[in-house]
């Protein structure tokens, strides 16, 4: 009976043993887990601040853009109206207004492709930390497989 006792007692202590040990390996392994998790969640947290920043830049760099092209037409419509009310005749009317009207278009036209340019750069900068952050994760994804 005491080889059965004893032969009991040895299997109980294995059995704490290995439960001690899964036990500490899981634990182990969680907190790892979590560990990575925050580091991860921290790397996301900074390309989102980064994608913010690079879109408040690109909306000021457009705000300043708009501010500078308002004042210069409103100075080249000043220009005009001066222009058009010291006109001598009707055909000299028409022709300082065709070529205000041309040139205000040509005008508008190379800014709007200006702007275009800073909002397409100011989206892809603001983006950049984001995709950076999607592919960081399509990679951890696939080696997890």
């Known amino acids: 009976m ?4 004893n032969s009991v007692k040895t299997t109980v202590d294995q059995f704490t043993a290995a439960s001690n040990v899964a036990f500490k390996d899981g634990v182990e392994k969680t ?3 979590l560990n ?8 996301n947290l900074e390309a989102v601040v980064a994608s913010v920043t690079a879109a408040t830049k ?4 457009l705000g300043a853009q708009a501010m500078a092209f308002s004042k210069t037409s409103f100075e080249t419509q000043v220009a005009a109206a001066k222009s058009l009310s010291s006109a001598k005749s009707v055909q000299e009317v028409v022709e300082l207004q065709t070529a205000f009207a041309k040139s205000a278009l040509e ?3 190379a800014e709007m492709a ?3 340019e800073t909002v397409s750069a100011s989206v892809k900068d ?6 950076e952050r999607v592919t960081a994760m399509v990679e951890r994804v696939q080696a997890a497989r």
Do not use: F, I, V, W
Request: proline share 3%.
């Open 114 to 116: 200006r702007m275009s």
């Open 58 to 61: 690109g909306a000021e760099a």
């Open 107 to 109: 005008t508008y036209m």
């Open 2 to 5: 005491a080889a059965a006792t």
């Open 36 to 43: 990575d998790a925050n580091a991860h969640s921290k790397k």
């Open 126 to 131: 603001s983006m950049k930390p984001l995709n």
């Open 31 to 33: 907190l790892a887990a």
